[in-house]
């Protein structure tokens, strides 16, 4: 099997990678390299002979045509994006370039490929989206696989887009294409401007430790590395043109999830004052939805996978790795945006 996959050089699409290689898979990442980016997620595969790297944006349809043609890959495990909501707020121009025309260009050039190729049936291209095309949750219930569509950010409207995109291309072409939806993920290498690399960051820095509103939103959070396995996973077994909901089972308030950060940096790098003394209330994020929660019974009982990381254990791996890492986050705090608020409007 040859793996293409696109924006191998970020958070999750670097543990795809890595897992990957680690399973003798040979993978083409093609990436940008944007602001998000970093190679370094990457050292542990970067000389191994089964791992090709290509700078390619797919914003750029002739780059892809010609990806395609050199690395005859079976198959495509689309991750490439522009990820963060608070940046969709401030300039959603190039959510739309990149997770909407982006796709589209990706469809395009997979379907050339399979078609030339005789319409190999084994052939997949998995779409990687999120829960948040699915809208916001009140106190109860769960994101199934046939849940309305109904994302309110600038962010989940353009994945909603290329969701659509992606089904669209498997109905009226016939491309062997797949779709997930997962939760938020987290874990190593996860990039210093989200929620919970933040609040390790400033909590070592000794600054404001920032949570949204009333912190009472829930997120259910799924280490990064499960989320690899379940990709992997629907990739191998998964039924063509079926969706699949990937969830850690870990429900939380944000404002439990920043006290618990707080409480394991208390005991791995006390101080004289708790960390949970930083927590700063501030503005909420404009539109942020109240609850995420993933129903993945789907997954569970087609494809016997599950999360094999709780969240305790997850977060522990989590906050040692960057108290072990400093060097890596700390040379990403000069990237663009990091470090500020982003994604507040007057209205
Ligand atoms: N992080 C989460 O919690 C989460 C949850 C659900 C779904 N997802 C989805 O998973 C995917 C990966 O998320 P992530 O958190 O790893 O994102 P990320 O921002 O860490 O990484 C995105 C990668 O895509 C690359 N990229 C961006 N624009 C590109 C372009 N035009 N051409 C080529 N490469 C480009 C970037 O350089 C970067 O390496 C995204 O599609 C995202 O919507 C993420």
Known sequence: MTLLVTGGAGFIGSAVVRTAISRGMRVVNIDALTYAACLDNLSSVQDNPLYSFVKADIRDPSALAKIFETHNPTAVLHLAAESHVDRSIDGPSIFVETNI??????????????????HPDTFRFLHVSTDEVFGSLGATGKFSET????????????????????????????LPVLLTNCSNNYGPYHFPEKLIPVVIINALAGTKIPVYGDG?????????EDHADALLTVLKAG?????????GGNEVRNIDLVK???????????????????????????????RYAIDAS???ADLGWHPSVDLHHGLERTVQ?????????????????VGTRLGTIDR
């Open 298 to 300: 789907r997954i569970a």
């Open 147 to 174: 849940t309305p569509y109904a994302p309110r950010s600038p962010y989940s409207a353009s994945k909603a887009a290329s969701d659509h995109l992606v089904r669209a291309w498997g109905e009226t072409y016939g």
């Open 260 to 290: 618990t950060i707080c409480a394991l940096l208390d005991e791995k790098r006390p101080k004289n004052t708790p960390y949970a003394d930083q927590i700063t209330f501030v503005s909420d994020r404009p539109g942020h939805d109240e």
């Open 216 to 224: 009472k939103n829930v997120r259910d959070w799924l280490f990064v």
């Open 321 to 337: 790795w960057y108290l072990d890492n400093e060097d890596w986050w700390l040379a990403l705090q000069a990237r663009n945006g």
């Open 101 to 118: 025309t982006g796709t589209f260009n990706l469809l395009e050039a997979a379907r050339c490929h399979w078609e030339a190729q005789g």
């Open 239 to 247: 039924k063509a043109n079926h969706s699949y909901n990937i969830g």
